[in-house]
C-alpha cells in the first residue's frame, strides 16, 4: 500500500482545498493518507518564504488569478462549502497542537473533520480559545484531554521537530507532498501525486 | 478550429518548455496557435511582478523544486535538448522585436523555432546584435529585411501595445495562455489548457 504525507497546517486554504480533493484520489490509487503537523509559519521562517497574500499582494492581477484558479479547483473536486474565512490570517499554534494530541489520542480523522470545517466553511474565529474549545466538544471530541496535552512539552516539541524536520526534506509551505522520496508543492500537482501513487504501486 | 494565444518571450525558460510541448496538444484538440509577442520586463514593469530567480532567490528549497518541476516537465513531454542558457538573464529586445518583424514577413514558425534553440538549446548569447544577426542568416531568414523593420516604430509599438493590452488582460508574466476569455499562467496549466481547447471544439 503506498503512502501518502501531507504536510499540513490549518492555516493554509490551499491544505483545505487538498484535504477535500483527497478522499477519491486515495480510493483510485489505494494509498494510505499519513497528515504530519506543521507550524506554516515557522516553515516560513526556516526558509524565509512568505504566505502568497503578502509576496503577491502588490502584483497587479497574481492574486486574482490565484483566486480564479481556487474556484475552478473547487468546481473540478465538487468542493462546494468553502467560505473564505473573514479572520483570517490566524496564528494556528492552538489547533496545531492539538492535531498532534489528537494523533496521540488516536481521533486525528474526527479532528481533522471538525477543524477544517470550522475554519474553512463556517469562519470560525480558530485563534480564540474559547471557540476552538467549543468547536472540539461539538465534534464529540474529549476537549479536556486535548486541552491538556497541547500543555505538555512532548506536543510542543513534535510540533517544531515535524517543521524542521520537513524543512530539511526541502519543504518551505503547505500543503507539501511526499510519495517516497518525491516531493510535490501545492494543490496544482495533486495530478502528479496521484500518477506519483499509481507508479509506486505498480 | 479553438485558438489558443500564447502570451510569449523568449526570456523565459518556462515559455521554451511550453512551446516544446504544444505540438502534441495542438495535435489533440486541432487548436491553433496565436503567438502574442510581449516584453516580459515591460509586464514585470506594468504589474509589480518579478522574475522567480529573484522573488524567490533566497527562499530555502524553492528555486530546486522549481527545478525539480522542470525536469519531471522535460522527461514527461519527451524534451531532450535544453541547456540553462549560462547568459541568462538576457535583455530579448531585439529578439522581442525580431519576432514582431517575422509576424509581419509571415516567417514566424522559423524564427520561433530557431531563436528558441539558439536561446535554450545551443547557449547562444542572444542579447548580442552579432550573434543574433548569424542566428537569423543560418536559419535562412532574411536577417537585413528583420534588422530593418526592427528600427520601425511600428514594430517597436506593437511589442509595447501587446505588452500593456495583455496586462490589461490579466497577464502578469510568462508562459500565459487564453483559450477564449478563460486564463491560464504557467507551463503546469497545460493539462488545464488542453482540457479547455477540448471543451472550447465540442
Not at 68 to 74: A, C, I, V
Not at 112 to 125: D, H, I, Y
Request: no cysteine.
Amino acid at each position: 500500500m503506498p503512502k501518502l504525507e501531507f504536510v499540513f497546517d490549518f492555516a493554509s486554504p490551499n491544505a483545505y482545498y487538498s484535504y477535500r480533493a483527497l478522499p477519491s484520489i486515495l480510493q483510485r490509487t489505494g494509498a494510505e493518507l499519513k497528515i504530519i503537523p506543521v507550524l506554516l509559519g515557522g516553515l516560513f521562517k526556516i526558509t524565509g518564504n512568505q504566505a502568497p497574500f503578502i509576496a503577491f499582494g502588490d502584483v497587479k492581477g497574481k492574486l486574482e488569478y490565484d483566486m480564479l484558479e481556487s474556484k475552478r479547483f473547487q468546481h473540478k473536486h465538487g468542493i462546494n462549502d468553502f467560505v473564505f474565512n473573514s479572520h483570517f490570517p490566524m496564528n494556528t499554534i492552538m489547533i496545531m497542537r492539538g492535531l498532534a494530541a489528537a494523533v496521540e489520542l488516536d481521533v486525528e480523522t474526527d479532528y481533522v473533520e471538525s477543524v477544517l470545517s470550522a475554519m474553512w466553511e463556517q469562519g470560525k474565529k480558530m485563534d480564540d480559545p474559547e471557540v476552538v474549545m467549543d468547536v472540539w466538544r461539538e465534534a464529540g471530541l474529549d476537549a479536556d484531554a486535548i486541552a491538556g496535552l497541547i500543555q505538555t512539552d512532548a506536543v510542543k516539541e513534535a510540533l517544531k521537530l515535524n517543521t524542521q524536520a520537513m524543512a530539511d526534506r526541502g519543504s518551505f509551505g503547505v500543503p507539501t507532498f511526499y510519495v517516497g522520496s518525491e516531493m510535490f508543492f501545492g494543490k496544482e500537482r495533486l495530478g502528479q501525486v496521484e500518477e506519483e501513487l499509481l507508479n509506486f504501486a505498480t
